[in-house]
C-alpha cells in the first residue's frame, strides 16, 4: 500500500471536511422544502458522498478511511471548541448571546448525532463502492455511485434524525424527514453525477491513479 497522499488528495480531503463541518451547523435549521420536512445540512451534506465516492474509486478504501476519520476528529473539535465558547461570559453590551447558544448548544447533539451516522454511512458507503468496483472489474461507475450513495444515505438518515430530534421533533415527523432526506441527498448524487463522472476522470489522468481493492480486509480502524 502507498502511504503517501499527494496535494490533490489533501486538497479533496479538506474540502470533504469543510462540508462535514458545515452541514452540522446547518443542520440545526428545519426547513420546508416544497411542503416535505428536511434540515439545511441538505444543501452540503450530499456533497460529501460525492467525495466519499471520488476517492474510494481513485484511491481505494484505504485511504477514503482516512479521510472519514479526519472528518470524525475535525467534527469533535468543532464541537469542543464550541462548548468552550458557549462557557465563556458574553460581553455585557452583545445582543446575541440567546441565539448564539440555540445555535452551538444544540450543535453538540446535533454533532454527536452526526458523528455516529457519519461514521455508519460513510463507511457503508466507501465499503460498497469498493467492493461493487472489484466485482464489476471497474466498470458501471455511475451504477456504482449512485446504488453506493443510497446505501450509505439510508444509514446515515436512519441513525442521525432519531437521536437528534427525538423530544424535539414529533415522531411522524423525524420518520418523513428520515425517508426525505435519504431520498432527496440520493437524488442530489444522480442530478450531479454527469460532474461526479468527469472530476473522477480528471483526478485518475492528473493522479495517475485507479485503484482495485483486491485481498483488503474492510476493517475500519
Known amino acids: 500500500m502507498n502511504t503517501k497522499v499527494s496535494v490533490l488528495f489533501m486538497l479533496v480531503g479538506i474540502l470533504f471536511n469543510v462540508c462535514l463541518i458545515a452541514s452540522n451547523l446547518l443542520e440545526t435549521k428545519v426547513i420546508d422544502l416544497f411542503g416535505l420536512t428536511a434540515t439545511g445540512g441538505l444543501i452540503v451534506f450530499p456533497i460529501s458522498y460525492i467525495i466519499n465516492d471520488c476517492i474510494t ?30 462557557f465563556m461570559p458574553a460581553a455585557p453590551f452583545w445582543e446575541g448571546e440567546e441565539s448564539f447558544n440555540f445555535i452551538f448548544g444544540l450543535a453538540p447533539r446535533i454533532a454527536i448525532a452526526s ?20 466485482s464489476s472489474n471497474g466498470r458501471h ?18 441513525i ?18 428520515i425517508g426525505t432526506q435519504a ?29 482495485y481493492d483486491n485481498g483488503i480486509t474492510y476493517r475500519i480502524f
Open 57 to 86: 474509486e481513485v484511491w481505494g478504501f484505504r485511504k477514503a478511511k482516512l479521510i472519514i476519520w479526519s472528518g470524525f476528529a475535525s467534527n469533535f473539535l468543532m464541537i469542543a471548541f464550541s462548548q468552550i465558547a458557549i
Open 160 to 177: 442521525f434524525f432519531p437521536i437528534a430530534f427525538l423530544g424535539i421533533v414529533p415522531v411522524g415527523e423525524i420518520l418523513v424527514m
Open 115 to 134: 458523528l455516529l451516522a457519519f461514521l455508519a454511512g460513510s463507511f457503508v458507503n466507501a465499503m460498497v463502492m469498493s467492493r461493487m468496483k472489484v
Open 141 to 158: 461507475f455511475s451504477v456504482r455511485a449512485v446504488v453506493s450513495t443510497l446505501a450509505g444515505e439510508s444509514i446515515d438518515s436512519v
Open 183 to 211: 431520498a432527496l441527498k440520493s437524488a442530489y448524487e444522480i442530478i450531479i453525477l454527469p460532474v461526479t463522472v468527469r472530476v473522477v476522470k480528471a483526478i485518475k489522468r492528473v493522479e495517475g491513479e485507479d485503484t
